[in-house]
């Protein structure tokens, strides 16, 4: 069954380093996105990705945070400079034509210290 | 109000019982609704997709009241197995940005 693979699967990182997470889609997806869940709390929507270009994006995803889809499967998310607020797990999702249901990586759990 | 709202639980039953989780939405333009079930730490996996009025796999039945903007997730027969926050998630109409409520916890007791 096609996944939305991760990597890595925990980083640990100090405070005001740089990071980026990877994620293989679902090959055949369009749309693609980053979503994050701070411990205990709800999941959040982060970005949305489509024909090469950002679709949307919340008011968490500040200056600090970009996306790049560099080569035809992987779909990177990058924090320049880490605060220790952006500890979380970062998820990684894809959706078909029609943007319908979407489909998660196992996530990265970030640690920011 | 909120743009997806779920009782957080959580729901304590004995194995066998039915048990059913409401999740009211604020958009009443939705046309699609998701159950996503969330093991601790791990994450989010689709359960169920609802189009219509409602849609039934195995145990597990949703239903939608459009009039009411309410979907509801019943689950039959609850094995221990089903314990884990089930997520109502609403996708934010001509956006591909999916909302998702808080949760509600599920505990299947011997």
């Known amino acids: 069954e096609p996944e939305v693979t991760q990597t890595p699967s925990h980083q640990v990182t100090q405070m005001g380093q740089e990071v980026i997470l990877r994620c293989v889609p679902i090959s055949n997806h369009l749309y693609f996105y980053w979503y994050r869940q701070i411990l205990g709390q709800k999941v959040e929507f982060l970005v949305s990705f489509y024909n090469n270009e950002i679709s949307e994006k919340s008011e968490i995803f500040d200056d600090q945070f970009s996306v790049e889809r560099p080569d035809g499967s992987n779909f990177t998310l990058k924090i320049r400079s880490t605060k220790l607020e952006d500890s979380a797990m970062y998820f990684c999702a894809s959706s078909g034509e029609g943007a319908t249901e979407a489909f998660f990586g196992q996530g990265t759990r970030l640690t920011v210290v | 109000r909120k743009e997806v709202e779920q009782d957080p639980g959580p729901f304590n039953v004995p194995e066998g019982a039915t048990v059913a989780f409401n999740c009211t939405y604020s958009?009443?333009?939705?046309?699609?609704f998701f159950w996503y079930r969330q093991d601790c730490r791990k994450e989010p996996k689709l359960l169920m997709s609802v189009y219509s009025s409602g849609n039934e796999d195995g145990r597990f039945t949703a239903q939608l009241n459009r009039a009411s903007q309410y979907i509801s997730l019943l689950i039959r027969d609850s094995k221990l197995s089903d314990s884990a926050t089930y997520l109502c998630v609403v996708p934010r109409d001509s956006s591909y940005k999916l909302i998702f409520g808080s949760g509600t916890r599920l505990l299947v007791r011997p």
């Open positions: 958009n009443s333009a939705s046309q699609s």
